[in-house]
């Protein structure tokens, strides 16, 4: 699968998932890089066929409402430092990419994983 990584998340998750062997755009790779504009990034992910990784509850209004992103992982874990949200994506990850080959919308919290359909 392939990712995309919200302004929000920091640069270094792209870098992890990365090392992981996953093709992954984080939006500082992308022109505008943090003012990269939400619209930008679902037209983006619908072209390159990516996952969008974001704390941003707009992406969850608009997959619900458009299915636009096609694919979304959306992170509900509150303000967490960033290497605890790196460990958490490092023992998840792989799992999370198997499921996202059945389902299309993947919410991660501290504790779980929860697939919305």
Avoid: W
């Avoid at 619908?46 to 694919?71: C, G, H, M, N």
């Avoid at 198997?98 to 389902?103: D, G, K, N, R, V």
Wanted: proline share 3%.
């Amino acid at each position: 699968m392939k990712y995309l990584i919200d302004a929000q998340l920091p640069y270094l998750l792209a870098e992890v998932l990365r090392q992981r062997h996953f093709d992954v755009l984080h939006t500082d790779d992308l022109p505008d890089r943090e003012r990269t504009g939400d619209q930008y990034i679902r037209l983006l992910a619908a072209k390159e066929s990516r996952i969008v990784v974001t704390k941003d509850t707009d992406f969850q209004d608009s997959y619900l409402l458009q299915k636009v992103p096609p694919k979304l992982l959306l992170l509900t874990t509150g303000n967490i430092k960033n290497r605890k949200l790196l460990d958490l994506f490092r023992a998840t990850i792989d799992e999370i990419d198997t499921l996202f080959a059945h389902h299309c919308f993947i919410e991660l919290t501290n504790e779980a994983y929860l697939i919305h359909e």
